[in-house]
């Protein structure tokens, strides 16, 4: 049976909306200072001021700091969507979607676990969440011999291409279009997720 979203008869629409917005701009924030400043540095005002909102409003939708990070230290929702694709075009549809972050947003969260050497202790928290969540996932998706290190291989090229595309800035790469790269890096991809 489906989740089912149940709503509050005194709580308009449009507000729940607002909630969502604001959320999403506090997660975004916490993420951007994330991959620049190691957590123990990023205070709530900063992420408050990145975000648009108040630090009064940061609390009152993730509680605390530790609670705000242990969701942007989440890839859950980053991987459904990652991994939201037949097996036979997933290689096409995970560098696709790698890519299209990357140029429309100027960051694909996946991409967050490069980032774990600057967390100390969290970023040992960052890797296991990106193990269970991405890898260990995509791992189970796979058939035949050696699943876990094929996924591993997989997301290690969608990962070096994530750098080079949107960390590293390598202009022939960034000046080839998103079609163009897919069509040349995704079969690479595909190679470890369907062998023959």
């Given at each position: ?77 980053d991987?459904?969507a ?13 560098v ?14 996946i ?17 296991a ?8 996932r ?24 994530g ?7 390598g ?25 023959e």
């Amino acid at each position: 049976m489906g989740r089912r979203h149940l709503t509050h008869p005194s709580v308009p629409a449009g507000s729940r909306r607002d909630a969502e917005a604001t959320k999403g701009a506090i997660t975004r924030a916490a993420r951007y200072l994330l991959a620049r400043h190691a957590h123990g540095d990023i205070t709530l005002k900063a992420v408050a001021e990145r975000a648009g909102v108040s630090a009064p409003l940061v609390l009152k939708y993730f509680g605390n700091k530790d609670a705000l990070f242990a969701h942007v230290m989440s890839f859950e929702a980053d991987a459904e969507a990652f991994l939201d694709a037949p097996l036979a075009g997933l290689g096409r549809h995970m560098v696709h979607h790698l890519l299209t972050g990357q140029a429309e947003r100027g960051a694909d969260p996946i991409l967050r676990i490069v980032f774990a050497p600057l967390h100390g202790e969290r970023g040992d928290v960052l890797r296991a969440n990106f193990r269970a969540q991405v890898a260990d996932r995509l791992s189970g998706r796979l058939a035949g011999p050696d699943a876990g290190l094929r996924a591993e291989l997989a997301v290690g090229m969608l990962i070096g291409l994530g750098v080079m595309y949107g960390i590293a800035r390598g202009p022939r790469l960034r000046a080839a279009t998103i079609a163009e790269i897919t069509e040349r890096y995704a079969p690479a991809v595909q190679a470890f997720l369907t062998p023959e």
